[in-house]
């Protein structure tokens, strides 16, 4: 099948304009009945640390590039190669109308209407106390896996991009300018967004005229954890939020300039639309579409950690509940252009261009080519590669440090300090990431991916709850959890498997394989668990007249 790049994109941008003006505000006005005059979190329990009345404007910046990391940009990419970009493009329209955004939305609603509870207190109160102990040992794995996927990539893009190092610098930079003169000078965001736009053109200039070239990923892996730790231990107006907030103008122009070149240049899809339902492998190499599609792409379609952000971060920074759906759904809705961008820059490119080559490297040189080619459009991409790790790593390393405090920081002393816990939590991702301890990359990804949408599964699950509990309808968001927790659950089964079969075959044995089986045995043990209290949770509410 021959089609045009552009009509691809325009199509995906009209249809998620025409979902967010016709379904989200249907939903926040007649369903939430969302109010103006309701004091948020961020105003009542204000301390300037977690608690923080933000800007809409801002806020949909932060929570744009805090949603927005590596997962619709390599997961795209990668579906497309393996199945086709037509089962790809499918599930990243699909996905993200009926199930994305209901879960951004209202992950961020049902903590805003409970004080700005994150999901830990709420599992507690919504199903039982086990369920909350067993969900914050699943988050502490879950966020490990996605900061050593995330970090593998990010230090091998700085290694291999040395035009992108002193934009890198820049961002990081403009970020704590801005947020002194927004939040300490009281200068208008719009002058200070500017200055930092300025900056950043700066250094992407500089950085194609100086390049930096350092050989060993190890030093990069070392200096981008030392940034999330600074980022889990400031105050998030200080550091992390406005870094991300300028990450997301990064990202944001950078979007733009990749879709206008391909409505300007209207390259046709030459890659195959379908290959097979197993990828084109047999046997035990065998990839089923089904379940592997829905773990393969997560961000731009569906992504439990979007209910991490919104629930534990946005929700306490919102300042009106108005800007609940254009903070939220918007952002989910604009990271679905951003996967369909992704797909575009893959489809466009012959099979022989791409053989051999890793998702990043094929987004590099497709978008690279899309902007001229020279060392600034190199330099920016890079840029844009990286923005998109390093943002949401320094959400997650701020979220396991507090996910560490709550299970063992009352009981044990040294996890309730959160210099400790922030310690713990990067020395663990560093053993996974660096290669000189031998951490297998494609199989944290795989489990990266089934723990990222079963998450995804569970806080769907959770909302139903509270939605049963306040006599709305649940089935918008019962199905689709429904739906994940079945599918992620079998791709985690798969995966774990294959991981586990290929670790004990291998002579000598290979350990990396079985560790990452069984890591993935235990998520599914406990996601099992929890969905059994969530089934007792249900039956306990139906029984109850409504």
């Not at 933000?54 to 990668?78: D, H």
């Not at 699943?138 to 091998?156: E, K, R, T």
């Not at 918007?330 to 261009?353: F, N, Q, R, T, W």
Request: hydrophobic share 55%; charged share 10%.
């Amino acid at each position: 099948m021959l089609v045009n790049a552009a009509m691809i994109l325009i199509a995906g941008i009209i249809i998620y304009f025409l979902v967010y003006h016709l379904r989200v505000k249907k939903i926040d006005r007649d369903v939430m009945k969302c109010d103006p005059a309701r004091a948020t979190p961020a105003k009542v329990y204000m301390d300037g640390v977690e608690y923080f009345p933000t800007n809409k404007f801002v806020l949909f910046g932060f929570q744009f590039k805090s949603i927005a990391g590596l997962s619709p940009v390599v997961g795209a990419i990668t579906a497309a190669l393996l199945w086709g970009w037509l089962p790809a493009l499918i599930w990243i329209l699909v996905g993200n109308i009926f199930i994305g955004w209901v879960q951004d939305y209202f992950s961020c609603m049902v903590s805003l209407r409970n004080e700005g509870k994150s999901f830990g207190p709420l599992s507690y109160e919504l199903i039982s106390p086990r369920t909350r102990n067993i969900l914050m040992v699943f988050l502490v794995f879950y966020l490990i896996l996605i900061m050593a996927a995330f970090a593998s990539l990010a230090a091998g893009m700085l290694k291999a991009s040395i035009n992108s190092i002193l934009p890198t610098a820049t961002v990081i930079f403009a970020g704590i300018f801005v947020g002194l003169l927004i939040h300490k000078l009281r200068i208008n965001p719009f002058a200070g967004t500017a200055a930092g736009i300025v900056l950043i053109v700066g250094g992407i200039f500089a950085g194609a005229a100086l390049p930096v070239s350092i050989g060993d990923v190890n030093i990069w892996l070392i200096a981008i954890l030392a940034i999330c730790f600074i980022a889990a231990l400031t105050p998030i107006w200080s550091f992390t939020q406005p870094t991300i907030y300028m990450f997301f103008y990064v990202v944001f122009f950078g979007l733009i300039a990749l879709v206008a070149s391909l409505i300007i240049g209207h390259p046709d899809y030459v890659m195959p639309d379908y290959t097979d339902f197993f990828a084109g492998f047999t046997g035990s190499a065998a990839m089923p579409l089904w379940p592997l599609l829905f773990v393969t792409i997560a961000c731009g379609s569906v992504s439990g950690w979007h209910s991490l952000v919104s629930s534990s971060a946005t929700s306490k920074q919102i300042e009106n509940e108005r800007d609940v759906a254009p903070v939220t759904a918007g952002s989910m809705l604009a990271e679905g252009a951003l996967a369909l961008l992704a797909l575009s820059i893959v489809a466009v490119l012959p099979v022989a261009d791409t053989k051999g080559l890793a998702a990043a490297s094929i987004f590099t040189k497709g978008a690279g080519s899309l902007l001229g080619g020279s060392n600034t459009a190199l330099a920016y991409v890079g840029l844009i590669f990286i923005a998109l790790a390093l943002a949401v790593m320094m959400l997650v390393v701020r979220l396991g440090r507090l996910t560490i405090h709550e299970i063992g920081g009352e009981k044990v002393s040294l996890l309730g300090n959160k210099y400790i816990a922030s310690i713990l939590f990067l020395a663990v991702t560093f053993v996974l990431a660096s290669p000189t301890f031998g951490g297998t990359w494609f199989y944290i990804w795989v489990l990266f991916g089934g723990s990222n949408q079963l998450m995804a599964g569970l806080s769907l699950m959770l909302i139903t709850l509270w939605l049963l509990d306040t006599k709305k309808g649940w089935m918008i968001s019962g199905v689709p959890g429904a739906f994940m927790i079945v599918t992620t659950i079998a791709a985690l089964g798969y995966a774990s498997y294959q991981s586990l079969t290929k670790g004990f075959a291998s002579t000598p044995i290979a350990a990396g394989n079985i560790v990452a089986g069984i890591i993935g045995v235990i998520l599914i043990i406990a996601a099992l668990i929890m969905c059994i209290d969530i089934y007792g949770a249900f039956k306990r509410r139906k029984k109850v007249p409504q």
